[in-house]
């Protein structure tokens, strides 16, 4: 079992940064692929971005591309999501997901593994 616990979240304004960051541990890491998603007001929840332990195949929605960048930490197991010009739809519950299937293309398909999330709150 792989065990997620994101942190990082909190209020800011819009305009600002933040970078949110995912512990993973439990299980063998080796190979496994890690992804970003969120949940707003309204919204189903959507993958944002994803990447493998490895650092490879980093993918990203496009309305996130240029704003979002996703990256990890071997040393720390740790990915991360580093969020810039943030906006108010911005806002939401920003989930690490984790999966070991290589079966489908980035953001498509099951993740098996996910955190708690952290809430992420932007205002104008």
């Known amino acids: 079992q792989v065990q997620l616990v994101e942190s990082g979240g909190g209020l800011v304004q819009s305009g600002d940064s933040l970078r949110l960051s995912c512990a993973a541990s439990?299980?063998?890491?080796?190979?496994?692929?890690m992804a970003w998603f969120r949940q707003t007001t309204g919204q189903e929840r959507e993958g944002i971005a994803h990447?493998?332990?490895?650092?490879?195949?980093?993918a990203y929605i496009d309305s996130m591309k240029g704003r979002f960048t996703i990256s990890r930490d071997h040393a720390n197991n740790t990915v991360y999501l580093q969020m810039n010009n943030l906006k108010p739809e911005d806002t939401g519950v920003y989930y690490c997901?984790?999966?070991?299937?290589?079966?489908?293309?980035?953001?498509?398909?099951?993740?098996?593994?996910w955190g708690p999330g952290t809430q992420v709150t932007v205002s104008s």
């Open positions: 997901a984790a999966r070991r299937s290589h079966q489908y293309r980035p953001l498509v398909g099951p993740y098996d593994y």
């Open positions: 439990g299980g063998t890491l080796s190979n496994i692929a």
């Open positions: 990447i493998r332990w490895s650092g490879g195949y980093p």
